[in-house]
């Protein structure tokens, strides 16, 4: 049984993953980082989608509040949807397959980062800082503010 290194180092004789993955030159090296750094930026791209499906989703979906006053003292809101929110929804259905991929690829970078090779760390670092510079600046935060009295 191989002993794997428990510290970070530049070895060039290693395996990524799954047995078939067995890096032993500098071109594998090369081919490897690229790989990963294309998983670490899709990864991002995942997320966003995500992010944007249910925003997406949840604008499909109008809120109103409703005042009812049942006597003088008391006065209901209610809140009334116009929409559909349903639990097996072609949305909810893409989120939970979307979320599915979301989870592999995390783990899978989790994996790569576990083989403590410098080269396969950074590239999933740059990667996925790669990933969310293109791809998260579509991301909007939305504040609510109070008017000044």
Do not use: P
Not at 52 to 57: R, W
Not at 76 to 103: A, C, P
Not at 113 to 139: D, E, H, P, Q, R
């Amino acid at each position: 049984m191989d002993n794997m290194d428990s510290f970070f180092n530049t070895a060039s004789d290693f395996y990524v993953l799954f047995n078939k993955w067995h890096v032993k030159y500098a071109g594998g090296i090369i081919g490897s980082c690229c790989a990963v750094f294309i998983l670490a930026v899709f990864f991002e791209a995942v997320k966003v989608a995500r992010h944007h499906l249910l925003k997406a989703s949840v604008n499909k979906v109008r809120h109103r509040i409703v005042e009812t006053q049942t006597d003088e003292r008391s006065l209901i809101l209610e809140q009334q949807s116009e929409g559909e929110l349903s639990f097996l929804s072609r949305g909810h259905l893409l989120q939970t397959f979307l979320h599915f991929i979301q989870v592999v690829i995390s783990y899978s970078l989790m994996l790569v980062v576990m083989t403590y090779n410098i080269y396969l760390c950074l590239s999933v670092f740059l990667g996925a800082t790669f990933g969310y510079f293109i791809f998260a600046w579509t991301k909007t935060i939305d504040v609510a503010q109070k008017d000044a009295v």
